[in-house]
């Protein structure tokens, strides 16, 4: 299955999204792959629901979120 060629195309990040996943540009499918990356070496899934992210401030600079 080829990949989407839109998810190819390198994207201009932000300084909220480079502090999380590094410097761009990059394609979408990697700073995908780098948030996940992010939440799971920082243990910020929920362990009640993984489903669930426990949102720390910089991943509030870039989602915004409920306050808790």
Known sequence: ???NP???KPLKLDASLEAV???GPMPRFEVTKK???YIKKNNLQNPANKRNILA????KAIFGGKGE
């Open 1 to 3: 299955m080829a990949m």
């Open 6 to 8: 839109a998810l190819l």
């Open 21 to 23: 996943v590094g410097n």
């Open 35 to 37: 948030i996940w990356a």
């Open 56 to 59: 720390d401030a910089k991943l």
